[in-house]
């Protein structure tokens, strides 16, 4: 008779504010050590998410809602990328697969989280719509579509009612990442139903909420400085010039975030488990030291 797993104990820690900036600074560190492999890792999930958008289009415009479900993915996969590389392993696409190569609790746990992700969006959406009509949906898709060659993007003016739209949307999307913060991951690695994960993002968030503003705060500096270089260059050198530039930068800097997620994690959670802590990738039964 196989024996029932053994429990995991997991406990927070007090974090200073500073650690906030630790976390994106660590996360620039890592990112150094591995550049190549973390950007195919983001061009091979990009090209996926793509092929999964065609597929969403061709069925209906309702199931785009449903690349929401993606993120969770995206965040385990890196952070499982951030502890591979610590563990000095070769990095491998099959980092986005992990969520689900584990136990049935903790997929069950995850495919919970993904739904949550959407419904979180499509309640969003909807209320957006009905405050403007869906002007703010017209507008970003005027704004997304590619402009002519050598023609900067197209940047209509909103409405009252569409900027209200999308203060309330990010309003809302803001409230909603406090319990999917963390959830992903205290499902993978703590082992958490959906539900209890939820509460503990939201606990974990208030006990470190100097910590993760300042995270929050260094992060909106460095969007703010990459934009204004962004502006200076093209300024100089024209928009089609650095384009390619910006969209490399960009990437990187999406990239860096999510490594300096898994620093966050393992600062904030002290979890006792039966694997050692930073577990290999799944499928991989042998962890490293």
């Avoid at 590389?85 to 609790?105: E, H, S």
């Avoid at 997929?107 to 869906?134: E, H, K, N, P, T």
């Avoid at 460095?222 to 024209?238: K, N, R, T």
Wanted: aromatic residues 12%; glycine residues 8%.
């Amino acid at each position: 008779m196989r024996s029932p797993p053994a429990s995991v104990k997991i406990r927070l820690r007090s974090l200073p504010p500073s650690a906030g900036l630790q976390w994106i600074r660590r996360g620039f560190g890592l990112f150094w050590r591995r550049p190549l492999g973390f950007i195919g890792l983001w061009l091979f999930f990009t090209l996926c998410l793509f092929v999964v958008m065609v597929m969403a289009i061709a069925v209906s415009p309702l199931a785009m809602l449903a690349i929401a479900a993606f993120l969770p993915l995206v965040t385990v996969g890196y952070m499982q990328a951030a502890s591979d590389v610590l563990d000095d392993l070769k990095l491998r696409p099959g980092v986005f697969r992990a969520p689900f190569a584990g136990t049935p609790q903790a997929a069950r746990g995850m495919l919970a989280i993904m739904a949550v992700y959407v419904a979180a969006i499509a309640l969003l959406a909807i209320f957006a719509d009905a405050m403007d009509g869906g002007e703010t949906r017209r507008w970003l898709h005027v704004v997304m579509t590619p402009p002519p060659a050598g023609q900067p993007p197209a940047m209509p003016t909103p409405s009252e009612a569409s900027v209200a739209s999308m203060r309330f949307v990010m309003l809302g999307l803001t409230l909603v990442s406090i319990p999917l913060w963390y959830a992903p991951a205290l499902v993978h690695w703590g082992r958490q139903g959906a539900a209890q994960a939820l509460f503990s993002s939201v606990v974990a968030l208030w006990r470190t909420k100097g910590a993760f503003l300042t995270f929050m705060a260094g992060w909106f500096l460095v969007g703010i400085a990459f934009d204004a270089l962004v502006q200076l260059l093209a300024a100089a050198f024209g928009f089609e010039a650095i384009s390619l530039a910006a969209l490399t930068g960009q990437m990187m800097l999406s990239i860096v975030y999510f490594l300096s997620m898994w620093f966050g994690f393992v600062d904030t959670f002290e979890i006792t488990a039966p694997v050692p802590y930073r577990t290999v990738m799944a499928g991989n039964d042998s962890a490293a030291s």
